[in-house]
């Protein structure tokens, strides 16, 4: 089973989205396709299609939220070597190509977003740098083919 790496913030965030979802999303579709209803002859109602496609949508989104619920591993809870980099740490790298101090936090995929340097452990960066120590040298190459290359200055976890 694939684990899905989240904070203790992004698991309560996906449950809280997933109880909305599951309660005023439903009544909410459920009032969209009743009054699409009192329109007469559903075959040709465009607002009922829509009704239903956004239902359709609701239900696909609580069934991937209870998915990644189910397969969830909370950041804080693993044990892991805090000597290495790994899920729910952060790190300074030195960019040794632009001459500049990088900082990132290793998450999981479902709560990345690298221009706020969350970054996942299954990205092209995360996986270099998963356990590498203080010290150590990082080449890195991008989709983009871009080359980098990294010195881990500090880990720090969570």
């Known amino acids: 089973m694939e684990e899905i790496y989240l904070?203790?913030?992004?698991?309560?965030?996906?449950?809280?989205?997933?109880?909305?979802?599951?309660?005023?999303?439903?009544?909410?579709?459920?009032?969209?396709?009743?009054?699409?209803?009192?329109?007469?002859?559903?075959?040709?109602?465009?607002?009922?299609?829509a009704a239903r496609d956004e239902e359709a949508s609701l239900e696909q989104e609580i069934k991937e939220i209870e998915n990644k619920l189910r397969k969830a591993k909370i950041i804080s809870k693993l044990k892991i070597d805090k000597s290495v980099i790994n899920v729910g740490c952060q790190v300074v790298v030195y960019d040794k190509i632009f001459d500049e101090n990088l900082n990132f936090t290793i998450i999981g995929s479902s709560e990345s977003n690298p221009s706020k340097g969350l970054i996942s452990n299954i990205s092209p960066i995360g996986k270099a740098l998963m356990g590498k120590k203080k010290g150590d040298v990082v080449d890195v190459e991008t989709p983009g083919a871009n080359k980098m290359q990294f010195q881990v200055l500090t880990i720090t976890y969570l």
């Open 7 to 49: 904070t203790k913030e992004g698991y309560k965030e996906l449950e809280t989205r997933l109880l909305f979802l599951k309660s005023q999303g439903r009544v909410d579709i459920a009032e969209k396709i009743k009054y699409a209803r009192s329109f007469g002859d559903i075959s040709e109602n465009s607002e009922y299609d």
